[in-house]
């Protein structure tokens, strides 16, 4: 594989996370098994070449089907014709668990948004209650009395202009 074949990459830039590989390396492993530092960087180079030949051979079966976008089905021919297809049934369940908890994901945030809406008036008061939390912090904790509705309240007179 060419260092260039990752469109606008040299190979050397394309990696996963370390710590993430780390952790599922380990996960994978009996606690009393130790892996050494050149052994995980290896794990770490297979893995991401193996994620870049599935993804160029899910673009040729892509471009066979004259697409532009590579779907889930491209890339289990993909694994097919480069002779994983023992693992297709568990690479699809993933998938499908994928699409369930995304689904939940979006369904939760929908709930959360739709039911919480305030008034215009409901959150200009909600953000002047946190204004006063956070003058009455930076005053060493003493409240900072704030009328409830400033506009409402008329100045106060300075007792110095009543004497005169």
């Known amino acids: 594989m060419d260092p260039m074949d990752i469109v606008g990459k ?3 830039d394309a990696s996963l996370p370390k710590a993430t590989m780390t952790k ?5 492993l009996p606690p009393d098994v130790r892996v050494a530092r050149d052994a995980q960087d290896l794990l770490i180079e297979c893995c ?4 870049n030949l599935v993804s160029s051979e899910s673009n040729e079966v892509c471009n066979k089907e004259d697409r532009r976008t590579i ?3 491209h ?3 993909a694994l097919q014709v480069l002779g994983f297809g023992e693992y297709i049934e568990e690479v699809y369940a993933a998938y499908e668990q994928h699409k369930y908890e995304t689904m939940q994901d979006t369904q939760r945030s929908v709930k959360c948004n739709s039911g919480a809406q305030m008034t215009e008036e409901e959150a200009a008061a909600e953000q002047q209650r946190m204004f006063a939390e956070a003058r009455a912090r930076m005053n060493g904790g003493a409240p900072v009395p704030q009328p409830e509705h400033p506009e409402t309240q008329q100045p106060e007179t300075d007792q ?3 004497q005169s």
């Not at 599922?24 to 994978?28: D, T």
């Not at 991401?48 to 994620?51: A, P």
């Open 160 to 162: 110095r202009n009543l």
């Open 71 to 73: 779907a889930p089905e």
């Open 24 to 28: 599922i390396i380990k996960e994978m």
């Open 48 to 51: 991401v070449e193996f994620i």
């Open 75 to 77: 890339v289990l021919k």
């Open 10 to 12: 040299s190979k050397e």
